[in-house]
């Protein structure tokens, strides 16, 4: 296992080395706050306007995806998150899914990392279990939570989480992790390399877990989230 993480590691050198000179920088990381913000600013703008069908979950989840990845998380919304969308589509609904998934296991990995990374100086190996446990916690709870407030079973709510859920999140967290410990595994709570490699790593795992969704979809363990469209109709009536 060492020597395959060791080959990675130095596959992945060129990219490393191109990019902590640009994220260690603050002005980048300021712009992206700027950017951040302005993108929630359309997004909730959106919400309020034309979007008010939408239910309380899913605004939730839109704030957190979007906190999460700026303007990229509000092009995923608008594709795919809006009442105003022409059809639906496996890949919307793959979107959809992958949002839900991605905002709960994105704040586990940010609680993980602050902690076990940031605040208790973990060894790599620690950090990087530790930040796993957190993301599949966060995000299993997402999908069981809302299964038992519907009325489903505690036990088989948690059985459909293990079986729909486990490889959407394992994947995003293998890539997401591995991208941040590679990128500032050594970076300091203090330093801007620690807080951009966290942002950046979020939205791989985001990419990474995408096509995981999209096939849980189509072959039907997956719904991938109602259609906003058909909520839109709802609302209406």
Same mark, same amino acid.
């Given at each position: 296992m ?8 130095q596959?992945? !050198?060129?990219?490393?080395?191109? $990019?902590?000179?640009? *994220? ?5 990381? !300021? ?7 302005? +993108? ?6 959106d919400i309020?306007?034309?979007n008010q069908?939408?239910?309380s979950? @899913? ?15 509000l092009?995923?919304?608008w594709?795919?998150?809006? %009442?105003?969308?022409?059809h ?33 100086? *973990?060894?790599?190996?620690w950090? !990087?279990?530790? %930040? ?9 709870? $997402? %999908? ?6 519907e ?13 729909? =859920? ?5 994947v @995003?967290?293998?890539?997401?992790i591995? %991208?941040?410990?590679?990128?500032? +595994? ?11 490699? *966290?942002?950046?790593?979020?939205s ?9 969704n ?6 039907g363990?997956? =719904?991938? @989230?109602?259609?906003p469209? =058909? @909520? ?5 009536d």
């Open positions: 060492q020597g395959l993480v060791g080959r990675l590691e596959l992945a !050198a060129p990219a490393r080395d191109l $990019l902590q000179p640009v *994220l260690s920088d603050p002005r980048v990381i !300021a712009a992206w706050a700027v950017v951040v913000v302005a +993108a929630l600013a359309v997004l909730w703008w309020r306007a034309r069908a939408l239910p979950l @899913m605004k939730g989840v839109w704030t957190l995806v979007v906190l999460y990845s700026g303007p990229f998380g092009g995923i919304y594709v795919a998150g809006r %009442t105003q969308i022409d639906d589509s496996v890949w919307r609904r793959g979107l959809r899914s992958t949002a839900h998934c991605y905002s709960g296991c994105g704040a586990g990995e940010v609680v993980g990392i602050v902690l076990a990374q940031g605040i208790l100086g *973990l060894a790599v190996g950090v !990087a279990a530790a %930040t796993f446990g957190f993301a599949y916690l966060f995000g299993f709870s $997402l %999908t069981v939570g809302p299964l038992v407030q009325g489903v079973g505690l036990r088989e709510a948690v059985v459909d989480a293990l079986y729909s =859920e486990t490889p959407s999140i394992t @995003m967290e293998i890539v997401a591995g %991208t941040d410990l590679l990128l500032a +595994a050594e970076a300091a709570i203090t330093d801007v390399l620690f807080w951009s490699g *966290l942002i950046f790593s979020l791989l795992g985001f990419l990474a877990a995408y096509p995981v999209v096939a849980l979809v189509h072959v363990v997956k =719904e991938g @989230m109602d259609n469209a =058909e @909520m839109e109709g709802q609302a209406a």
